[in-house]
């Protein structure tokens, strides 16, 4: 701040000071309830404000030392507002700086835990702080909500200043504040790790997220789950078996422990996989849903995928993790997944003709999505891009042309696959006797996105299986079927005798979960993909052997992708292998749930689950385990195609050519290409219930990432953004952005 705002650097110096040791005044010590600790709030909160110093661009505007924090985030922000604005707000920042004093000690409990351990008597008196808070029976801060109601209405009519607050949970919250004054004020916050200067894009509208319905019905849902699940818990794991994240010692501890599931995952996999998983032992985690997991270890893979699905069942595991009751729209389509056996059945074989249509599609999205402009970087969203691009090219799969282009229609496919992650997120949060109730209603938005498809794909269907009424009475009717999901599907159920699944009706809702699972789950690993080969070194030039060996293969291939084509294309499909090794948006597969009455019983350690136990393998410490994977943590886009090949740059003299072979003798013994699964790559599961659509999802990667090596510049990334650990799983930024320009002279598909 010396460097780039003098001035304010030194006016500032007294107030963090002052703020400081506020933090420690020993009259913190006399906190014994509520009524002591808000009036111990009041008086430090008007100690801290009692000094002030005024900024030298607005006289009128001083800092204390709560308001400073609004400074600090100005200036991290470079925001300039001017002298009209926060003369504005100045009244208000000074209310919320209650709130703030409050929410610091919340924040700060961890902080003085740890301070209270080492001795300091003030760490020891703060850390009851958090005790009073929620032992209180009201809200201590209702009374500055309400001022602050009345102060953001004043300066919203008297500078015609507009406040908006768009809360997604868990996604992002903004706060803008909009004005007509040439210098508009925004803030910008992301949930995650928060750090204290960051509170303040909260604070000027925390009387708004408070009470705003989506916090206070995930709110009191969860309270009414933790009380339904306290009075109602089972046991539903082995006793034997010890735990990983659970202090017993704890008030509370499996509670406390499922609520850590939140943050704490990848350590509390990490320590159970070198503690036991190595070892050969099971162990059980905790989860933020309430339901702890038994995890296996890697030696006893085949065992679990080997128990029959009346025992051990993928299915009913999917079906309870996407909710199922209420999700899709009807309960059979995940009780009964039939679409699962037509792409099993039809989709690896039907591929190679689909290429072509594929390749057209993917071509005609980029074109339109990225541009033709050969002279101007372009800004690109890169995730929302990838998102609309590969919903046309699974639609061209599933439903064919002229439907896979039309923006209505995929746009709610798209946001339906968003609300199913919404929708299981909220009714994790619900005791089951309320599901019924919000079941119904945070799906509300899944039926009308599954309505305003409908309108589209009945007329389709309905002519479709029209079209194959008649060429079953007259072989000589002049019809040929699409190679597409839909005749498929009738086919099959033509062949099998299945009425049920002949009806328009369940024709129209099988795309449902086919688009939930082809859309989201192949945006969140191309993204990936994408961000790790472009925060890749640039020396190593990774991105030009992968431009290289495509347009080798093309111009053998006559410019036209082939099945044969696609299977040489070793180095992309070893660089989307690697990203879904380093960057899978999963920390366990290969999941089931314990079906039979009685449980079942595991010979190799002597253990017994019971009916509804989850068990699974901790595929996040095993894909990064440095006896199987050399230098596991690092991105390397090369290691499963070495072996395939005596180089893997065209400068033989590139760095990157130093560890030509290099790889353990476990790797370089196994079938490593992107749709093989093994016990040491699980991103599409293992055994019988292996994703079926690995083979389209590994044309459609190839055919992408050589479609914009070889017609775009794409400037590289300086690092990589880190994913976002929500619970068990991991997302990619979905708001980075990437620059492309369109490559002069480049190929016309």
Same mark, same amino acid.
């Given at each position: 701040m010396q460097e780039y705002d003098k001035e304010l650097a030194n006016r500032i110096v007294k107030p963090v000071i002052t703020f400081m040791r506020a933090q420690t005044d020993k009259v913190r010590r006399e906190i014994h309830g509520p009524g002591a600790y808000s009036s111990i709030v009041r008086r430090t909160w008007a100690r801290r404000t009692s000094l002030t110093w005024p900024i030298a661009n607005c006289p009128t505007y001083e800092i204390n030392p709560l308001s400073l924090?609004?400074?600090?985030?100005?200036?991290?922000?470079?925001?300039?507002?001017?002298?009209? #604005? =926060?003369?504005? *707000?100045?009244?208000?920042? $000074?209310?919320?700086?209650?709130?703030?004093?409050? !929410?610091? %000690?919340?924040?700060?409990?961890?902080?003085?835990?740890?301070?209270?351990?080492?001795?300091?008597?003030?760490?020891?008196?703060?850390?009851? #702080? =958090?005790?009073? *808070?929620a032992e209180s029976k $009201?809200?201590?801060?209702?009374?500055?909500?309400? !001022?602050? %109601?009345?102060?953001?209405?004043?300066?919203?009519k008297g500078l015609r200043v507009i406040v908006s607050v768009l809360l997604k949970l868990p996604g992002a919250n903004y706060v803008s504040i909009a004005t007509t004054d040439p210098s508009p004020l925004r803030f910008h916050r992301h949930y995650g790790s928060i750090a204290l200067v960051n509170l303040y894009h909260t604070m000027i509208n925390l009387p708004d997220i408070l009470t705003h319905p989506a916090v206070i019905i995930s709110t009191l849902l969860f309270v009414l789950k933790q009380i339904y699940d306290g009075l109602s818990a089972r046991s539903e794991t082995p006793a034997g078996l010890p735990?990983?994240?659970?202090?017993?010692?704890?008030?509370?501890?499996?509670?406390?422990?499922?609520?850590?599931?939140?943050?704490?995952?990848?350590?509390?996999?990490?320590?159970?996989?070198?503690?036991?998983?190595?070892?050969?032992?099971?162990?059980?985690?905790p989860?933020?849903?309430?339901?702890?997991?038994?995890?296996?270890?890697?030696?006893?893979?085949?065992?679990?995928?080997?128990?029959?699905?009346?025992?051990?069942s993928a299915a009913a595991w999917h079906y309870d993790s996407l909710e199922g009751d209420f999700a899709f729209t009807r309960k059979k389509l995940l009780q009964d997944p039939y679409h699962e056996a037509v792409i099993h059945k039809y989709l690896p074989r039907r591929l190679p003709a689909l290429i072509p249509e594929l390749w057209d599609e993917v071509a005609r999205g980029f074109d339109?999505?990225?541009?033709?402009?050969?002279?101007?970087?372009?800004?690109?969203?890169?995730?929302?891009?990838?998102?609309?691009?590969i919903s046309r090219a699974v639609n061209r799969m599933l439903v064919g042309l002229p439907l896979c282009r039309n923006e209505d229609y995929l746009s709610n496919m798209r946001h339906f696959a968003m609300d199913i992650i919404k929708t299981g997120v909220m009714l994790r949060f619900t005791p089951r006797w309320l599901r019924p109730v919000v079941g119904r209603?945070?799906?509300?938005?899944?039926?009308?996105?599954?309505?305003?498809?409908?309108?589209?794909?009945i007329p389709l269907i309905t002519e479709r299986l029209e079209q194959f009424r008649m060429k079953e009475q007259n072989p000589d009717y002049d019809w040929v079927a699409p190679n597409d999901f839909l005749s498929w599907s009738i086919m099959l159920a033509t062949a099998e005798g299945r009425q049920?699944?002949?009806?328009?009706?369940?024709?129209?809702?099988?795309?449902?979960?086919l688009n939930f699972a082809a859309i989201h789950t192949t945006a969140i690993s191309i993204t990936n993909l994408f961000l790790d080969l472009l925060a890749s070194e640039p020396s190593l030039h990774y991105l030009e052997g992968i431009r290289q060996e495509a347009a080798a293969i093309l111009s053998e291939e006559n410019g036209q992708w082939t099945k044969a084509g696609l299977a040489r294309c070793h180095r992309a499909d070893s660089a989307m292998r690697e990203s879904m090794r380093v960057n899978n948006f999963m920390s366990r597969n290969v999941l089931r749930k314990v079906l039979l009455k009685g449980g079942i019983h595991n010979q190799a350690e002597g253990w017994h689950a019971s009916q509804g136990t989850i068990i699974g393998i901790d595929m996040q410490s095993i894909q990064h385990d440095a006896d199987i994977y050399t230098d596991p943590d690092t991105y390397d886009p090369f290691r499963f195609s070495r072996s395939k090949e005596k180089e893997c740059v065209p400068n033989t003299e590139n760095p990157a050519d130093a560890n030509v072979g290099d790889g353990s003798n476990h790797l370089e013994q196994k079938n490593t290409g992107l749709v093989n699964t093994s016990d040491v790559f699980l991103p599409f599961?293992?055994?019988?219930?292996?994703?079926?659509?690995?083979?389209?999802?590994?044309?459609?990667?190839?055919?992408?990432?050589?479609?914009?090596?070889?017609?775009?510049?794409?400037?590289?990334?300086?690092?990589?953004?880190?994913?976002?650990?929500?619970?068990?799983?991991?997302?990619?930024?979905?708001?980075?952005?990437?620059?492309?320009?369109?490559?002069?002279?480049?190929?016309?598909?």
């Open positions: 924090l609004c400074v600090l985030v100005r200036f991290s922000k470079n925001i300039r507002p001017t002298d009209k #604005v =926060l003369q504005a *707000i100045q009244h208000v920042e $000074r209310n919320c700086s209650k709130h703030l004093s409050v !929410v610091n %000690d919340i924040y700060s409990w961890e902080k003085e835990v740890e301070s209270s351990r080492t001795g300091l008597k003030e760490g020891a008196a703060l850390c009851s #702080v =958090l005790k009073v *808070i $009201r809200f201590l801060t209702r009374g500055w909500d309400l !001022v602050h %109601d009345e102060q953001r209405a004043e300066v919203e735990w990983v994240g659970l202090d017993e010692n704890k008030l509370f501890a499996e509670t406390r422990a499922h609520l850590s599931g939140l943050t704490n995952v990848r350590e509390w996999l990490s320590e159970g996989y070198h503690k036991y998983s190595k070892r050969g032992k099971s162990y059980i985690i989860d933020f849903s309430g339901k702890p997991e038994i995890v296996l270890p890697r030696t006893q893979i085949p065992w679990l995928v080997a128990q029959p699905e009346d025992v051990l339109e999505s990225w541009g033709l402009d050969t002279h101007t970087w372009k800004e690109i969203p890169l995730y929302d891009s990838l998102m609309y691009m209603l945070v799906t509300i938005p899944n039926h009308l996105h599954y309505r305003n498809t409908a309108k589209y794909t049920d699944e002949l009806t328009v009706d369940m024709l129209s809702r099988r795309l449902m979960p599961s293992h055994g019988r219930h292996a994703c079926p659509g690995r083979f389209f999802v590994a044309a459609e990667v190839k055919m992408m990432l050589s479609y914009l090596l070889l017609n775009y510049d794409v400037e590289p990334l300086a690092s990589r953004p880190p994913n976002l650990w929500f619970g068990t799983s991991s997302v990619p930024p979905t708001k980075a952005t990437i620059r492309v320009r369109r490559k002069e002279g480049s190929i016309k598909v």
